[in-house]
């Protein structure tokens, strides 16, 4: 997720880069991420400043970012405490570009930020933007059904990252249990057997995050087309192509 970030920043001749994030393992997560990307690609960290979830001021931290002039900030949190770094930044009148991670992608983390979060950046699975996708890219039809499927279910905008990882799961069952099946009976440790074999194995399973090609070695299986940048703008995601 970090990776397409970094790639962006590079496009845009980003040197420095200041991070605020949670003082827990997301916030360490989310750091580690981005500095095993940033390094090599020559970008610079020049603060590690964090916060507590249920703080409700950044002012002191924001100021440190603030006063190494960083051509850019990443923020390290998720969900709507994730808006607090950003909104304090704003406040302060910082004029960089602001990069979230994917934890912050859902309607509220827009509602609470309102206008004042207007261009914030963040990588997501392709789903979060399936209709803006090119007809080229395979995940998109996948995408679409889920979201389509979702929706009907439980309201128009209701379609979640993490419902998607499910589905996903769901995809990658229906492909190898009938592999599984044809060499052995459910139930039976051969059966088990084979559906880990074929779970191991599988290529080119498209889904609604990543097309999934798993190893032994690889259980995770995606590589750049399971991650897309998108950019708050007028409270919606949108694509950055």
Do not use: C
């Not at 500095?35 to 970008?43: L, N």
């Not at 002039?69 to 960089?96: C, I, M, N, Q």
């Not at 930020?113 to 699975?125: C, F, R």
């Amino acid at each position: 997720m970090m990776e397409v970030v970094v790639e962006h920043m590079k496009a845009n001749k980003v040197k420095t880069v200041g991070y605020i994030g949670f003082s827990d393992s997301w916030g360490d997560l989310v750091y580690k991420g981005f500095a095993s990307q940033a390094e090599p690609a020559g970008i610079t960290i020049v603060t590690n400043e964090r916060f507590a979830r249920t703080d409700t001021s950044v002012t002191a931290q924001t100021l440190k970012v603030i006063s190494v002039h960083p051509d850019a900030v990443v923020a390290g949190g998720s969900g709507t405490p994730g808006t607090l770094p950003h909104l304090a930044l704003v406040e302060r009148g910082y004029k960089g570009p602001i990069y979230h991670n994917h934890g912050v992608i859902n309607r509220d983390f827009l509602r609470v930020g309102g206008k004042n979060i207007e261009h914030a950046m963040a990588p997501t699975g392709p789903v979060m933007v399936a209709e803006q996708l090119p007809d080229s890219n395979p995940i998109k039809k996948v995408a679409l059904e889920f979201t389509k499927l979702y929706e009907s279910a439980y309201g128009v905008g209701s379609r979640n990252a993490f419902a998607a990882y499910s589905y996903d799961a769901y995809l990658r069952l229906a492909q190898a249990v009938p592999i599984a099946l044809k060499k052995a009976k459910p139930g039976t440790q051969e059966f088990r057997s084979a559906l880990r074999d074929a779970l191991e194995n599988a290529k080119e399973v498209v889904g609604t995050h990543a097309v999934y090609n798993t190893t032994p070695a690889d259980h995770n299986g995606v590589d750049k087309r399971s991650r897309v940048l998108v950019e708050a703008i007028g409270g919606e995601w949108k694509l950055i192509k």
